[in-house]
């Protein structure tokens, strides 16, 4: 059973940069895209971007410029960072796996880590 | 950009009662749509894919339908623990990138 863990600070300051990793266990990183995913408090989900395992990337256009997530194969990790943070970037962070449907070329996200609060605050 | 509305907002209901939410897409997107369940202080899960693909281990009163713009996922008999938010979800492709509906409230 694949499982995904975030870990990194809980506290940013604002005009800092924002960075986590997560780390997937019971299964390799290999051959899949992993994405990162937010949530600010009581609000909906936004896509921030995701890498693939060959390290190519693509990111949410509302974000690309502060925006940079990379790859750790040997390590089965992949990171987020996410630069010049305001109040507005507030919000619990998530990990997740992107399956690829070869069938009808459509993706999902099939599995999650449990999430990081992430406040950015003096 | 693909852009995805879910109706109702919010929906009240009852244990035993047949429920149904909407998706729908501001263009065609044959059928590349999930729905993900979000339960307060958890990750979502992923319910339907492919529209309307159950995934391994969820149960069988769930039900996705749809295709092109218009999009439903039904829940036949609800249980206690299926009050949560749920949310829909389409990928891109050109540009690549994940959208996901504003989600809708399923409360007793």
């Known amino acids: 059973q694949v499982q995904l863990q975030e870990s990194g600070p809980g506290l940013v300051k604002p005009s800092e940069t924002l960075s986590l990793t997560c780390t997937v266990s019971g299964g390799s990183i290999s051959s899949y895209y992993w994405s990162w995913i937010r949530q600010p408090p009581g609000k909906g989900l936004e896509w921030i971007g995701y890498v693939y395992y060959n390290g190519n990337t693509y990111y949410n256009p509302s974000l690309k410029s502060r925006v940079t997530i990379s790859i750790d194969t040997s390590k089965n990790q992949f990171s987020l960072k996410l630069s010049s943070v305001t109040a507005a970037d507030t919000a619990v962070y998530y990990c997740?796996?992107?399956?690829?449907?070869?069938?009808?070329?459509?993706?999902?996200?099939?599995?999650w880590g449990q999430g990081t609060l992430v406040t950015v605050s003096s | 950009a693909i852009q995805l509305t879910q109706s109702p907002s919010s929906l009240s209901a009852s244990v035993g009662d047949r429920v149904t939410i909407t998706c729908r897409a501001s263009q065609g997107i044959n059928n590349a749509l999930a729905w993900y369940q979000q339960k307060p202080g958890k990750a979502p899960k992923l319910l339907i894919y492919?529209?309307?693909s159950l995934e391994s281990g969820i149960p069988s009163r769930f039900s996705g339908s749809g295709s092109g713009t218009d999009f439903t996922l039904t829940i036949s008999s609800l249980q206690p623990e299926d009050f949560a938010t749920y949310y829909c979800?389409?990928?891109?492709?050109?540009?690549?990138?994940?959208?996901f509906g504003q989600g809708t409230k399923l409360e007793i």
């Open positions: 997740a796996r992107s399956y690829y449907d070869y069938v009808w070329g459509n993706y999902r996200l099939d599995y």
């Open positions: 492919d529209a309307s």
């Open positions: 979800q389409h990928f891109n492709h050109f540009p690549p990138g994940y959208t």
